[in-house]
């Protein structure tokens, strides 16, 4: 009993695996149910449901069904462009496969339609449901003002083209087999525009001088605050100089007139011997401070 129920279980599989069970036993109406179950079902892989779609409108001429029939062919063709019965089809399944296709697209329609590709590729799928389309034309050009270079390839679902490295600028025109324009994407007049290849950004420019121009350039540099420093300095020098030849004069005074009679004289030496003291440790500031500005002046000007 269970191994019974176990074959029926297997046997009943999916609603698309009955569904194509049931139209093969030309129980229609039933296959019809299985089908419709199938439609709506979750997971379907798009062959599948091409398959389902296909039966269902198969099965439902088969029914009398003409305008369920021509709703399922139209869902199938919009999911699927370049679906198509088989040569030996019915007229009457012909009739309403045509009445469904002419609901989705108008005769003559052709569309190509820039599909997703790798870099260097284009991918063209070529929407052609009534098989009018013979080429496809590939135009490319490395630049605005060169002239396209065309090439050729036959007309197919979806065309894949390599484009040529240098290609800037690109259009595609698919044309039937009297030479006849059917389409276009892009156009000569307005194509598609490529990115040129990445290229790194430019190193900082550094401008290099000429030995005489660095030469020139360094004598033109201000160098007039380490002049003014070293004058200063100089000066500085020659008063501490004149300072220290005063102090040594008093000083040699102040000796004579300690050796001389007592009386004015003796003042005259404290006078004359405080005021060479003084004069000495001006004089002594005085050449610090010198010593200093000149040194200012020596890193001021090679700083310059």
């Known amino acids: ?82 679906a198509a019965l088989p040569e030996d089809a019915s007229p009457k399944l012909q009739d309403v496969f045509s009445a469904a296709k002419r609901r989705v697209y108008p005769p003559g329609t052709v569309t190509l339609v820039d599909r997703p590709a790798p870099t260097g590729e284009l991918l063209v799928q070529l929407i052609d449901p009534w098989r009018e389309a013979a080429q496809l034309t590939l135009g490319e050009r490395a630049s605005p003002q060169a002239a396209y270079v065309e090439r050729r390839a036959a007309a197919a679902p979806t065309v894949r083209f390599t484009l040529d490295p240098s290609t800037r600028e690109l259009y595609v025109s698919a044309f039937g087999a009297a030479g006849q324009l059917l389409g276009t994407l892009y156009s000569a007049a307005a194509p598609r525009a490529l990115a040129g290849p990445a290229t790194a950004a430019p190193a900082p420019a550094i401008e290099l001088l000429p030995p005489q121009a660095e030469a020139a350039a360094q004598q033109a540099s201000p160098r007039w605050p380490g002049w003014v420093v070293g004058a200063t300095a100089v000066a500085l020098a020659a008063t501490g100089l004149t300072l220290k030849l005063l102090s040594d004069a008093d000083d040699r005074a102040s000796r004579a007139a300690e050796v ?43 700083a310059l």
């Open 260 to 302: 001389g009679a007592p009386g004015h004289f003796a003042v005259d030496a404290q006078r004359l011997n405080a005021r060479a003291r003084a004069q000495a440790v001006a004089s002594g500031v005085l050449f610090g401070v010198a010593a200093a500005a000149g040194l200012a002046a020596v890193v001021v000007v090679v």
């Open 1 to 82: 009993m269970l191994t019974l129920a176990l074959a029926c279980a297997l046997g009943a599989g999916t609603p698309l695996t009955e569904g194509r069970r049931l139209f093969d036993a030309l129980e229609y109406q039933a296959a019809a149910t299985a089908l419709e179950k199938a439609r709506h079902a979750p997971g379907l892989r798009a062959d599948e449901r091409r398959e389902v779609l296909d039966l269902l409108g198969r099965a439902y001429v088969a029914l009398g069904h003409r305008e369920e029939a021509e709703l399922a062919f139209a869902e199938l063709l919009r999911e699927a462009p370049d």
